[in-house]
């Protein structure tokens, strides 16, 4: 844990020990690793057989009468263990919230920013029971990062951060304009397509007709993967050939439209774009007990393909 988390975390432990009702707000920003706290919460709490309630939904997304609703209950079940007190928030549990505002707030269907932000939870009279507790470092910009690139990482992230609160940029609430450093900047001689191209994929145009070039770059036509696992809309596989070989990669369904212009319409189709190379082997015979056909697979999941990005699907009872 950082010294962020660890604060976090022993807060709301120390309420829990001593019994006390409290309500927190857990706020980060996406990638702080709120969950990671959430959940070292729930597993110490059970592991001494106490009991925790979880939601995943985020706070700042749900409707305050939502968070109220559950006060008004709370407070009048346990009024009994409060010598019929009905003042103490959600009824002497400690309660924690989690989220970001600066995503997805209430959706109020043709409402206006006003109707938003009444329906925000911080808009609620139960905010000022609230303790906030803050995370500020995003944890997912730094994971697997190398020293060398430590504070590049760092810097972009709290310049991200700067632009989502405002404190880059103008104090202006419709056009803002943010200067970007230059570091992040594409240099065009001319060609801004071309410049985008060779700045993500260098000397791809160079090689465009090298097909060893491309065996390391993904998932390429021709790479040859075993479909370990199949899903109605992800199948999961293991790449075995090129230089990433082990690596497991998901390929999703998608929607192809034929480019064959001799056709006098287009159609749309859902697929996966990969084509069998081979199937398994399998031995059939017939159990003389039961009179019925048996068909035994040596690897029910293994299923080798080659990944083409034409019009061509998955036939359905293959495995």
Same mark, same amino acid.
């Given at each position: 844990m950082t010294h962020e988390q660890k604060h976090v975390y022993d807060t709301i432990m120390s309420r829990v020990d001593a019994n006390l009702p409290d309500v927190f707000f857990f706020y980060g920003y996406g990638g702080a690793e709120k969950t990671f706290i959430w959940r070292a919460l729930s597993s110490a709490i059970r592991s001494?057989?106490?009991?925790?309630? =979880?939601?995943?939904?985020?706070?700042?997304?749900?409707?305050?009468?939502?968070?109220?609703?559950?006060?008004r209950k709370l407070r009048d079940i346990l009024r009994h263990q409060n010598n019929d007190r009905l003042d103490i928030p959600f009824g002497g549990k400690v309660v924690v919230l989690r989220g970001d505002f600066l995503q997805v707030l209430p959706v109020i269907p043709k409402g206006t920013r006003q109707d938003i932000v009444?329906?925000?939870?911080?808009?609620?009279?139960?905010?000022?029971?609230?303790?906030v507790l803050t995370l500020t470092t995003i944890m997912r910009l730094l994971h697997e990062c190398l020293?060398?690139?430590?504070?590049?990482? %760092?810097?972009?992230?709290?310049?991200?951060l700067g632009i989502d609160d405002g404190?880059?940029?103008?104090? &202006?609430d419709e056009d803002i304009k943010v200067k970007i450093p230059d570091d992040l900047h594409i240099h065009s001689s001319g060609d801004h397509i071309a410049s985008i191209v060779d700045c993500i994929y260098p000397s791809?145009?160079?090689?465009?007709?090298? =097909?060893?070039?491309?065996?390391? %770059?993904?998932?390429? &036509?021709? =790479?040859?993967?075993?479909?370990?696992?199949?899903?109605r809309y992800v199948l999961e596989g293991k790449v075995i050939t090129g230089g990433n070989i082990g690596e497991k990669v998901y390929i999703p369904r998608l929607s192809l439209t034929p480019s064959d212009t001799r056709l006098p319409f287009k159609f749309l189709r859902r697929q996966f774009p990969i084509?069998?190379?081979?199937?398994? =082997?399998?031995?059939?015979? %017939?159990?003389?007990?039961? &009179? %019925?056909?048996?068909?035994?697979?040596?690897?029910?999941?293994s299923l080798m393909v080659?990944?083409?990005?034409?019009?061509?699907?998955?036939?359905?009872?293959v495995v």
């Open positions: 001494r057989g106490e009991i925790v309630l =979880t939601n995943a939904s985020s706070a700042p997304m749900m409707h305050r009468h939502c968070f109220e609703v559950l006060d009444c329906a925000s939870i911080n808009s609620s009279f139960l905010w000022n029971y609230c303790e020293s060398n690139d430590f504070q590049e990482r %760092k810097d972009c992230g709290e310049w991200v404190s880059i940029g103008e104090d &202006n791809l145009i160079m090689n465009m007709h090298d =097909t060893s070039f491309f065996q390391d %770059k993904g998932l390429c &036509n021709g =790479t040859r993967l075993i479909i370990t696992r199949m899903g084509s069998v190379c081979f199937a398994i =082997t399998a031995t059939r015979f %017939k159990d003389s007990h039961s &009179n %019925k056909l048996v068909y035994t697979f040596y690897n029910p999941y080659n990944i083409m990005l034409q019009y061509q699907g998955l036939y359905q009872g």
